[in-house]
T-cell receptor
């Protein structure tokens, strides 16, 4: 089992550009979560999906953020347009169901200049 | 918002000593989990304790839960340099769907 796979590992972009982060959850896991980690705010839940359906996106900071899960093996988090305050490490995590422990990817470190 | 608050924020101990980290939370929970994060990596699940349990063991880890005080502790016995990491508690909401993470304790174990 390769675990949760995120890409890219690092992303540096200029303010105003579109950023797309990608996640492949563990096969057979039915829940997928997107978290953001910063020194100031810690780990924040942005959105989570059950069976590819978005359940709670109340953590998405603004309309500039959107997430999709077109199938059970792929999810994207998009920021358009990006801003310097979006700089953070973005984690994707999956679990067998919403009550099971989470398995995290190694994150995407996003830097917006 | 942060549901859990870990204490202390940072802890430095000598290899072989025990490390104790505490977590306090605000609302009723179904279960509480502890995770570990090495620098530059994702979080790794360590242990889950349900609200009707008071203590749980896993190897050198011991977790206690006091729902009346809304607090939990993680004890790592006979620490090793490889235990150096940040440790987070996480609590679910009433539906059990969402995990909210605390602020974390940075543990440094000196060889």
């Amino acid at each position: 089992d390769a675990g949760v796979i995120q890409s890219p590992r690092h992303e540096v972009t200029e303010m105003g550009q579109e950023v797309t982060l990608r996640c492949k959850p563990i096969s057979g896991h039915n829940s997928l979560f997107w978290y953001r980690q910063t020194m100031m705010r810690g780990l924040e839940l942005l959105i989570y999906f059950n069976n590819n359906v978005p359940i709670d996106d109340s953590g998405m900071p603004e309309d500039r953020f959107s997430a999709k899960m077109p199938n059970a093996s792929f999810s994207t988090l998009k920021i358009q347009p990006s801003e310097p305050r979006d700089s953070a490490v973005y984690f994707c995590a999956s679990s067998f169901d919403s009550n099971s422990p989470l398995h995290f990817g190694n994150g995407t470190r996003l830097t917006v200049t | 918002s942060q549901q859990g608050e870990e204490d202390p924020q940072a802890l430095s101990i000598q290899e072989g000593e025990n490390a104790t980290m505490n977590c306090s939370y605000k609302t009723s929970i179904n279960n509480l989990q502890w995770y570990r994060q090495n620098s530059g990596r994702g979080l790794v699940h360590l242990i889950l304790i349900r609200s009707n349990e008071r203590e749980k063991h896993s190897g050198r880890l011991r977790v206690t839960l006091d729902t009346s005080k809304k607090s939990s502790s993680l004890l790592i016995t006979a620490s090793r340099a490889a235990d150096t990491a940040s440790y987070f508690c996480a609590t679910d909401d009433r539906s059990g769907d969402k995990l909210t993470f605390g602020t974390g304790t940075r543990l440094a174990v000196r060889p």
